[in-house]
């Protein structure tokens, strides 16, 4: 099973999407600085503000790039809001 996280720095006021099979471990290594030359160690503590269980990783790693692509906070905002539009795009994989 895999998900699609979206986390939240109010250090930098920025959100971060990635893709993982275990979310809780995840959010200790974005937290911990695991992996020190990662961008997510500039804005610890970050916040799940979103987890979405994908039927796949392929359709993980899909989803992850689309909202990647955007490159929008408005749409992630919306995203958060209503995670039913992951549903929407999950079913375009």
């Not at 986390?7 to 290594?29: A, F």
């Not at 955007?70 to 992951?86: A, E, G």
Request: glycine residues 6%; positive net charge.
């Amino acid at each position: 099973m895999y998900f699609i996280y979206i986390i939240y720095s109010k250090k930098l006021d920025r959100y971060y999407v990635g893709t993982t099979d275990d979310v809780l471990k995840r959010m200790g290594e974005h937290n911990s600085g695991f992996y020190s030359e990662a961008y997510t160690v500039k804005g610890v503590p970050w916040v799940l503000s979103l987890s979405f269980e994908c039927e796949s990783s392929e359709k993980a790693y899909g989803i992850e790039k689309f909202l990647k692509r955007m490159k929008s906070r408005i749409f992630l905002d919306k995203v958060i809001v209503n995670p039913n539009i992951l549903l929407e795009i999950q079913n375009k994989f």
